[in-house]
């Protein structure tokens, strides 16, 4: 009797671990949710520091450090509204002499890269948005980034991403809107 309570038991505890293995690897496999930051800095008299930055996962796996952010200087110009791409691992190196390619589902952007002769990193890339942020709808962004290898990384940005970036712009336009000096948007 005692042999079958504990067989049931041991049975029960495999179940439950089984389970639980099978929950984590779901996890894992899910996107997880952005979570946004809006950083604005006051860096002397008349210029604003204002970033907005996330890591987000491309389709092959591989991780990127996503900065938007600009140098204001003399309101209400805004010097440039940049997008700063960082793979985070060694093996990813960005082509800086092809375009960044921006992809809204309705219209498709060419963006030069910023770092055209030698970039901090073979990893990071640098583009000006200024132009396109304005004319981007708040769907969802594909970033095709040209990497060495002759292939591109492919980068699905979500919507609510989109949707800070254009607040940013706004801000930048628009200098009596403040953010709090470290505004979180959970997505």
């Not at 010097?79 to 375009?99: D, W, Y």
């Not at 942020?133 to 969802?140: A, D, F, G, H, R």
Request: aromatic share 6%.
């Amino acid at each position: 009797m005692l042999r079958h309570v504990l067989h049931n038991l041991e049975l029960a505890i495999a179940c439950m671990l089984a389970t639980l293995i099978l929950f984590m690897i779901i996890s894992l496999l899910t996107i997880q949710p952005a979570i946004g930051t809006i950083t604005e800095t006051d860096i002397a008299p008349g210029q604003i520091h204002c970033r907005s930055e996330q890591v987000l996962t491309d389709e092959a796996g591989h991780k990127w450090e996503i900065m938007l952010f600009t140098n204001q200087v003399d309101f209400p110009q805004v010097a440039s509204l940049n997008l700063r791409l960082s793979g985070l691992s060694s093996s990813l190196r960005i082509q800086s002499q092809k375009p960044l390619v921006v992809n809204d589902s309705s219209d498709l952007y060419e963006v030069s890269n910023i770092f055209l002769e030698k970039s901090p990193l073979p990893s990071i890339g640098q583009y000006d948005l200024k132009k396109i942020i304005p004319q981007l709808s708040t769907e969802k962004l594909l970033l095709e980034i040209p990497l060495e290898n002759g292939k591109s990384s492919r980068l699905h940005i979500p919507q609510t991403m989109v949707q800070e970036w254009q607040e940013v712009a706004a801000k930048t336009a628009n200098p009596s809107q403040k953010f709090p000096s470290n505004f979180q948007l959970v997505c």
